[in-house]
């Protein structure tokens, strides 16, 4: 059953953060490639009319995503600030100028800013029974949607093999988000079963304790097991899973490990609140699968970071933070 963790004095105050972060402009991260000396305007509301604030291009796409989820809830007066801000911001001049950008810098916020957009699509397209205008905003999308599956089939096509580390360019994550994100039968959606099974379909006795890092905000290997749960049948599955992780509970154990954070105001470590949260996510999304795993704990250390004053940890926890409180337990 889905975990109703979420009150709707929660999902106001997750809404107002939103709001805030994603309508600030600056501090910014650009990661733009400049052509030559005419193309060093990075003002981040110039190059991105959809996708500024919120610190970076991904961070805003996917706080925007959370912000339509968050529209299932009885939001009050804040409902409306929201409305106005997806609004604006899915608008299909804005969204032809993303679109626009990702054909001519295609290699730009690969795989994590893509599989989020996309899975933004998906979002609003959900939503579009319950809120009339998210069949708007989903249509405003496709032709940003078609820019990045036209880019991730070429990008997919060249990679020889996947990225393991616990970032932005993790492939086993972007792949579960770009799954989860497509119809089934969809062009991409069969390339990324395949590179699934080609990366990761012989891995085996996975050596979790070697993964964490100071920069971490996604496990490897449980975004690999999520992966792989998706694209296999259950049976081949379970089969993959216990040569993946021989040592189930000690898997789980360490997964469900509070991890202890310094200085959350240093955006790296800040990240290690988001690995808590990611990990609670997985573990609930793989269950029974993971005997042992307790995720609240998780859940909670990172709880006091989704609102307030630094933004290092408000412009993007809470997308995580929604998902681990609304996966299947």
Not at 37 to 61: E, N, Q
Not at 85 to 105: F, K, N, Q, S, V
Not at 125 to 147: F, H, I, K, N, T
């Amino acid at each position: 059953m889905n975990a109703p963790a979420i009150t709707d004095a929660t999902a106001r105050a997750w809404a107002r953060t939103i709001t805030q972060v994603v309508t600030l402009e600056f501090p910014a991260a650009a990661h733009h490639v400049s052509a030559g000396p005419a193309d060093t305007d990075c003002t981040p509301s110039r190059l991105h009319p959809a996708f500024w604030g919120s610190f970076d291009w991904h961070s805003c796409v996917h706080m925007l995503a959370t912000a339509v989820k968050l529209l299932a809830w009885d939001l009050g007066a804040v409902r409306g600030e929201l409305l106005s801000l997806l609004d604006a911001r899915l608008h299909p001049t804005a969204i032809a100028a993303e679109a626009a950008y990702l054909r001519d810098h295609p290699l730009y916020e690969r795989p994590y800013g893509w599989a989020w957009a996309l899975h933004l699509g998906k979002t609003c397209r959900d939503m579009a029974s319950a809120v009339p205008e998210a069949g708007a905003w989903a249509a405003a999308l496709e032709p940003l949607e078609a820019q990045i599956a036209e880019n991730a089939t070429a990008w997919l096509h060249a990679q020889p093999m996947p990225v393991r580390h616990g970032v932005h360019d993790n492939s086993a994550l972007a792949l579960y988000l770009f799954h989860d994100a497509l119809p089934a039968g969809h062009p991409l959606c069969e390339q990324v079963e395949s590179k699934a099974r080609a990366w990761f379909g012989s891995d085996a006795d996975y050596p979790f304790a070697w993964e964490l890092s100071s920069h971490d905000f996604v496990s490897n290997g449980l975004a690999e097991a999520v992966l792989m749960q998706r694209v296999l049948e259950p049976g081949e599955f379970e089969g993959w899973l216990a040569g993946f992780f021989p040592e189930r509970r000690e898997a789980s154990a360490f997964y469900s490990q509070v991890l202890d954070v310094p200085d959350a105001r240093d955006g790296k470590l800040a990240h290690l609140h988001g690995l808590a949260l990611t990990r609670a996510w997985m573990l609930r999304l793989l269950g029974a699968h993971m005997p042992g795993a307790e995720a609240g704990a998780l859940v909670r250390s990172a709880r006091e970071h989704l609102s307030g004053d630094n933004f290092m940890a408000t412009h993007w926890l809470i997308t995580y933070a929604l998902l681990a409180e609304t996966a299947i337990r």
